[in-house]
């Protein structure tokens, strides 16, 4: 499964990303979880099974909805991605995809 997170620079997403992976590889999930800069979206939406967006481009729920219908799509709350905490952000993601939604 591929988990996507993107923000406006990619910069602290790398950091929540790196930090998702430990916390899923102590799980025994093999999850791909990597971080982008929002300009990326275009080209790596559609190779995500899910699409993470952080706070500062939430604005961008909606569309990315409509725009990825095979990728489920969550926007992190800003005490969640302000955590930096790899536990709380994976526990969050792994959440809503067992949610189905």
Do not use: H, R
Not at 4 to 27: D, I, P, R, W
Request: hydrophobic share 40%; aromatic share 10%; charged share 25%.
């Amino acid at each position: 499964m591929k988990i996507s997170l993107f923000c406006n620079a990619g910069m602290s997403t790398s950091l929540v990303a790196a930090k998702m992976k430990k916390y899923y590889e102590a799980q025994g999930k093999d999850y791909d979880v990597e971080a982008y800069d929002f300009s990326q979206l275009l080209d790596e939406g559609d190779e995500s099974d899910v699409i993470v967006l952080a706070p500062q481009v939430g604005w961008a729920y909606d569309d990315t909805v409509k725009d990825y219908p095979n990728a489920k799509v969550m926007a992190l709350t800003l005490d969640q991605f302000g955590s930096m905490n790899g536990e709380v952000v994976g526990k969050a993601v792994q959440q809503f995809i067992d949610s189905g939604k």
